[in-house]
Nanobody, 122 residues
Framework: QVRLVESGGGSVEAGDSLTLSCAASGRTAGSVDMGWFRRPPGKEREFVGAIRWTGDGTYYRDSVKGRFTISRDNAKNTVYLQMNSLRPEDTAVYYC???????????????WGQGTQVTVSS
């Protein structure tokens, strides 16, 4: 079992930066792949990106490539989502998720955080 708690959400203006954190706890917290998802208002949840449990592999959706960076500190069992050059269309509830190590970072995720709101105004 892995418990995830996000933090760092807030309201910013377009062009600003924001960093989300996700603290993981539980017996296998240090050996799971970690992902970030978001649910824009009135839309389905979408995959933002993910990082391997080793920290040496990442995946990003096209719309955030070059603007968002995912990193992790396994000593702290924490994963980060650094978001730069934020746009109004990045407005969403952002969720941290975890899954057992597997071949693809896009494989289904098992554990979910409660979400944190990010609002970007123009």
């Amino acid at each position: 079992q892995v418990r995830l708690v996000e933090s760092g959400g807030g309201s910013v203006e377009a062009g600003d930066s924001l960093t989300l954190s996700c603290a993981a706890s539980g017996r296998t917290a240090g050996s799971v792949d970690m992902g970030w998802f978001r649910r824009p208002p009135g839309k389905e949840r979408e995959f933002v990106g993910a990082i391997r449990w080793t920290g040496d592999g990442t995946y990003y959706r096209d719309s955030v490539k070059g603007r968002f960076t995912i990193s992790r500190d396994n000593a702290k069992n924490t994963v980060y989502l650094q978001m730069n050059s934020l746009r109004p269309e990045d407005t969403a509830v952002y969720y941290c998720a975890a899954k057992t190590r597997s071949l693809r970072l896009t494989d289904p995720y098992t554990y979910w955080g409660q979400g944190t709101q990010v609002t970007v105004s123009s």
